[in-house]
């Protein structure tokens, strides 16, 4: 999940709602939250105390801002490649989304495994 290091509330929040869940249907389901560095040693500090309590952080040196969005998805991707190579989905999203992981899976499991893409496609919207 792509988070600010200073969201601090919203990965709490994930934690006690949609990432409480750590299995569905027999499937294991891992969550990272994805930060660069917020160039405040405070922050840091507290994220590093807060990866050290949950397991949940990952976090590279670089600075976290929307320009670097890529960057985090790359160090994503990068460690699932690493920690997860079984794992036959991985799903980017961002800490304000809230999923109900029990429906996901079982969608997940009804869907073709190769060249399979879903969403929501947004018509009439403004952009924002």
Same mark, same amino acid.
């Given at each position: ?51 050290? =309590? $949950? ?5 590279? !040196?670089f600075h976290d801002s929307?320009? #670097? *969005?890529?960057?985090?998805?790359l160090m994503g991707l ?9 794992? =036959? $989905? ?5 800490? !304000? ?5 029990? #429906? *996901?899976i079982h969608l997940l ?20």
């Amino acid at each position: 999940m792509i988070s600010s290091p200073k969201a601090f509330k919203q990965r709490d929040m994930q934690r006690n709602s949609s990432l409480s869940v750590s299995q569905v249907s027999g499937k294991i389901i891992r969550s990272i939250f994805l930060l660069g560095d917020s160039g405040d040693q405070k922050v840091t500090s507290q994220v590093r105390n807060e990866a050290d =309590k $949950y397991g949940d952080i990952l976090m590279e !040196d670089f600075h976290d801002s929307y320009r #670097n *969005l890529t960057l985090k998805t790359l160090m994503g991707l990068k460690w699932a490649s690493l920690y997860c190579p079984k794992a =036959k $989905y991985v799903l980017k999203t961002d800490d !304000d989304v809230f999923l109900e992981l029990t #429906n *996901l899976i079982h969608l997940l499991e009804g869907a073709p495994r190769q060249s399979f893409m879903t969403g929501f496609v947004y018509r009439g919207e403004a952009n924002t």
